[in-house]
């Protein structure tokens, strides 16, 4: 395996991005220096998938599925075959893909290994992709293709959210040469499994229509005339929360999120936070507090911040839960004087 070279500086995408110097006085510390809590190989609290392992409970257990025992029999035999070149070979690094396989939401899970030719700036999204093409194991099996979800493939869209070496993140933002190898590839935890690394992300959309993240523009102001305007502040401020793209990372690292509880989880309440700001959104405001000051809503949060953590968007989500707590209580007092303010 050839040594890698390191990527530079402007393409490291896991690197935090520092954000632009009229935002800093709204950023906090943990956004300024948005680290993974712990190790990147460590998994995020609660990964709700053990629960499906059964008796195999053992994260180790590939290391003796049929795939590893096939490699171990073939270590004396020739080379297996691969889809790809010798050129090609030659010409890249082979990484080792160790993906989650589940063929649908009741069967048993189990790993597969792959080697991949990958050049040099390769993400996990591209490998995946390579893959697609020639589904064939380092045992040199033909199996299914791996599912997987993207679009954008520029951290835009946020459907390729997944597990990457435990971390939930962004498979098309997710360098090869930062990731330590094999990479383990894992559907995102908290949602509803379609099949390999397809979850069902509906419920946040759900989440958003119980909160109505969203304004009502129709009939504010006469079309002819320009609309409320926004501070200059204010439209830094509520920037950095329009950039949610509704990947599910953030629940995925949340304690208190899962598929069985109630609770709307940090990137539904950041969406409150910002619909709420906007000027448009303050006649229906008291709605939107109102329905997440309830079971499910902000009492909910523990406050263990990894959602911040894991934002690829660097989203300040818990300034928001700060913020949301504030204005929860201010609503609280008007609902008990009986103010009609919204
Ligand atoms: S807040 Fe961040 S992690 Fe959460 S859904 Fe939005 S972009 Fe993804
Ligand atoms: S701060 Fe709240 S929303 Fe964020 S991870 Fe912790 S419990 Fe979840
Ligand atoms: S493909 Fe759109 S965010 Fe990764």
Redesign the pocket.
């Known amino acids: 395996m050839t040594e890698k070279t390191p990527p530079d500086d402007e393409l490291n995408l896991n690197k935090p991005v520092a954000p632009p110097p009229e935002l800093v006085d709204h950023l906090d510390d943990e956004q300024r220096e948005p680290e993974w809590l712990t190790e990147a190989t460590e998994r995020p609290p609660e990964t709700p998938h053990i629960d499906h392992y059964d008796d195999e409970d053992d994260p180790d257990r590939w290391q003796e599925s049929e795939d590893t025992a096939e490699l171990a029999a073939n270590e004396d035999e020739s080379a297996p075959e691969h889809p790809w070149s010798q050129a090609e070979h030659d010409a890249a690094e082979v990484v080792q893909l160790k993906i989650r396989r589940q063929d649908d939401p009741f069967s048993t899970p189990y790993w597969q290994l792959f080697d991949i030719p990958s050049h040099e700036r390769d993400n996990v999204?591209s490998l995946l992709r390579t893959l697609r093409e020639h589904p064939i194991t380092g045992s040199g099996e033909r199996v299914d293709p791996v599912a997987f979800?993207?679009?954008?493939?520029?951290?835009?869209?946020?459907?390729?959210?997944m597990l990457i070496n435990g971390r939930p993140r962004?498979?098309?933002?997710a360098l090869i040469a930062d990731l330590e190898q094999p990479i383990v590839l894992e559907p995102l935890p908290k949602f509803p499994l379609v099949r390999d690394l397809m979850v069902d992300r509906s419920r946040l959309f759900e989440h958003l229509k119980r909160v109505q993240a969203w304004i009502h523009v129709d009939g504010a102001w006469d079309i002819h005339q320009p609309g409320l305007r926004i501070a200059q502040q204010q439209w830094a401020r509520d920037y950095l929360y329009s950039r949610c793209?509704h990947?599910g990372c953030c629940m995925a690292a949340c304690p208190q999120y899962d598929e069985h509880l109630d609770f709307v989880g940090p990137a539904t309440l950041a969406q409150v936070r910002l619909m709420n700001a906007h000027p448009n959104g303050r006649a229906t405001r008291s709605t939107r507090l109102h329905a997440i000051m309830g079971d499910g809503g902000l009492s909910d949060c523990g406050n263990a911040q990894n959602c911040v953590k894991v934002c690829?968007k660097e989203i300040p989500l818990t300034t928001a839960i700060g913020e949301l707590g504030r204005a929860t209580t201010v609503q609280l007092i008007k609902d008990f004087f009986g103010s009609s303010e919204p």
Do not use: F
């Not at 979800?149 to 959210?161: D, F, L, R, T």
């Open positions: 999204l979800e993207h679009q954008c493939m520029e951290e835009v869209c946020g459907s390729c959210a962004m498979a098309c933002s793209m990947c690829p």
